[in-house]
């Protein structure tokens, strides 16, 4: 039975394991770099320990280090967040050979379902649509060429391993491909270790669905799906749930192969099956799977009441699946906003600096997941997510209203950030009319 677990994990996904821990009456133990010994998550933990300098490097991603500590302060798991290690399986399999458990799903899983050909061909078997492309992972520059051939350009050539959008291009012609696979692999190498390549048809116009899962390694559940196509950089700045374009027929479609997906693969955890839609075919199709608790969790927590990250931790304990898929349901609509000590007005640089003041409105339907205080300084070294404010409606349009007054009360005095953009959003007739996809973004920040 789990009695203490170690958070090897930073930022406001530590603060909210800690506070799932919590509820659970279970103790915690917070890693920190020698940059975050003032985080939050250490003053909320029952104890903290310093896992290595400021490098990301020699603290959040020493294996050896984060295992020895929790071992050290007689931990029985360590939860892994999101990012960092939380999809490396060497380092699932080296907690769990240190005696530990780790919470998220076996070594092997997430070595099958992170790498994209090995994903793509489970979903294959377990009957879930695959977007047109490679079966398995390219051997030659000649091999896609003739592939790229067969499916038609625009194709996408993608990073077996990894995400983020590193190892990704987008390729046109021929001439295209020959230069953009070599330069794709050099750097899906440098990031990953791991250079292989594969090719994906593009769909015009996409959105970006994924549908939220948990399983006891044998059976599994979803928790309906969330849209996530504003996006900047392949990255997710803004979601929501429920995805507002889907029917009824196709959302049950899409939510039902994800739970075949995870029972296939025997997951047990919290994970995340993701999906590109095409709307002009109402046909979606698997890119990948998330074999981890997702940044746009709380999403999926306000509209089905579901602790994601209790559920999770329950799991890893060796506690069979209590829910049944009757017993989850949808109500109302969430949305989820990404907080960054960016600068959207000067192209988004970086914004650390000291929490001067911090003002978040406080009133039914609106949650902020976050680990500031006054007089916090935030450490240059990391991701620039600061937090995530969360608001919930009876209906889309109250909830892109809410979003929009609880930005008009929020402020962060002492830096920039990305607060600013998301209200000049709720105003846009596109993102009220949810009449978006993955490129709408950064066409519009482009005025194209």
């Known amino acids: 039975m789990i009695k203490r677990i170690f958070i090897a994990n930073r930022g406001e ?76 399986p060497a380092f699932a399999r080296a907690v769990q050979d240190a005696g530990l458990i780790f919470i998220g799903p076996s070594p092997e899983t997430i070595e099958r379902m992170g790498d994209k050909a090995s994903a793509r061909s489970a979903a294959t078997s377990a009957g879930v649509p695959v977007v047109p492309g490679s079966a398995s992972c390219l051997e030659s520059v000649e091999e896609g060429v003739r592939l790229a051939a067969d499916i038609g350009y625009p194709v996408l050539v993608k990073a077996a391993a990894g995400g983020g959008g590193r190892g990704m291009r987008l390729v046109h012609s021929e001439s295209e491909l020959r230069t953009q696979m070599p330069q794709a692999a050099s750097e899906a190498r440098s990031a990953f270790g791991d250079d292989r390549l594969y090719l994906e048809k593009v769909i015009s116009r996409p959105r970006h669905i994924e549908v939220q899962i948990l399983g006891d390694g044998k059976r ?20 929501e749930s429920p995805a507002p374009t889907l029917s009824s027929a196709t959302r049950q479609a899409l939510c039902e192969s994800a739970v075949r997906l995870a029972e296939c693969v025997g997951y047990r955890g919290a994970g995340t099956v993701e999906y590109v839609y095409d709307t002009a075919q109402d046909a979606f199709y698997f890119i990948e ?18 602790d994601l990250v209790a559920e999770m931790i329950r799991l890893a304990d060796g506690t069979p699946l209590t829910l049944q898929q009757s017993d989850i349901r949808s109500e109302g609509h969430s949305i989820e906003v990404r907080i960054n000590a960016e600068d959207p007005d000067r192209d988004f640089m970086p914004f650390p600096g000291v929490i001067e003041a911090l003002s978040v409105p406080e009133a039914p339907g609106i949650r902020f997941d976050h680990f500031l205080y006054e007089g916090y300084r935030i450490p240059p070294f990391y991701d620039s997510l600061l937090g995530k404010l969360i608001v919930k409606g009876k209906t889309r349009e109250e909830a892109v209203t809410r979003m929009e007054s609880a930005l008009s009360g929020f402020d962060i005095k002492g830096i920039r950030h990305t607060g600013t953009l998301h209200k000049r959003l709720c105003q846009v007739p596109a993102i009220q009319n949810a009449d978006y996809h993955t490129e709408w973004l950064e066409n519009w920040l482009k005025g194209t």
């Not at 509820?23 to 890693?31: F, P, S, W």
């Not at 074999?291 to 999403?299: F, L, S, Y």
Request: hydrophobic share 40%.
């Open 13 to 88: 996904i530590a603060v909210r394991i800690n506070r799932a821990a919590r509820l659970l009456g279970i103790e915690t133990v917070q890693a920190y770099s020698s940059a975050d010994a003032e985080m939050l998550a250490v003053k909320m933990a029952d104890s903290s320990v310093c896992v290595g300098d400021a490098a990301a490097a020699d603290s959040y991603l020493n294996i050896e280090s984060l295992v020895k500590c929790a071992n050290d302060y007689d931990c029985d798991a360590i939860h892994p967040g999101y990012g960092f290690l939380s999809e490396n």
């Open 220 to 239: 599994a559940v979803h928790c309906f799906e969330r849209d996530c196509s504003i996006q900047r950089r392949r990255q997710k700045v803004w979601e």
């Open 289 to 306: 799977m998330n074999t981890r608790i997702q940044v746009e969790h709380p999403v999926t927590e306000m509209v089905t009441g579901v």
